[in-house]
């Protein structure tokens, strides 16, 4: 979105592209792996979030990769949430299965679900997409029906169903 720009699509390849493109990648994930593969590019770099773990980078500063992270998003809640929420528990009534994908998911909506649900919170089948979510779930008292194996959404479709029988 950066290089739509023509100014910096000019800096982009007068000045930076072979530098950037001289770098290695890294990434976690088949999708995150093509995205790369599609953009033909090879950056050393570590493109994070606000509120990322350090697992990541600890493992490869220990294994001797020197990591320069850089914060390139914000993890803020959707200013519609709880309107959406809303909406949708008054349109759809309380939802079997809810799926959380991340552990700021858990914290930004689940007030708002618990009190939309009210009694019927037991009944709701909480899935995640992994394990660091799972645990962000239960350590706000939630009971985790599944974890997807894989975090892809043909695994967690998976546990999903199973956990729906």
């Not at 850089?70 to 959406?84: G, R, S």
């Not at 799972?134 to 706000?140: G, L, P, Q, S, V």
Request: negative net charge; hydrophobic residues 40%; contains cysteine.
């Amino acid at each position: 979105m950066c290089l739509e720009d023509d100014e910096r699509t000019e800096q982009w390849n007068n000045d930076i592209k072979d530098k950037w493109n001289a770098k290695s990648i890294y990434v976690v994930g088949k999708a995150t792996a093509a995205l790369g593969e599609d953009a033909n590019i090879l950056p050393l770099l570590f493109p994070c979030g606000s509120i990322k773990r350090e697992v990541l980078p600890t493992a490869l500063r220990e294994n001797g990769v020197p990591l320069d992270a850089l914060m390139v998003y914000q993890t803020a809640q959707h200013p519609d949430l709880e309107k959406n929420l809303s909406n949708h528990f008054t349109q759809q009534g309380v939802p079997d299965c809810i799926a959380f994908f991340s552990p700021s998911g858990v914290r930004f909506s689940l007030e708002t679900v618990r009190r939309l649900s009210g009694e019927q919170l037991v009944q709701i089948k909480f899935a995640a997409i992994g394990p660091t979510t799972a645990e962000a779930m239960a350590a706000e008292g939630l009971s985790v029906s599944c974890s997807a194996d894989k975090p892809t959404a043909e695994h967690l479709a998976a546990g999903i169903a199973k956990a729906l029988q």
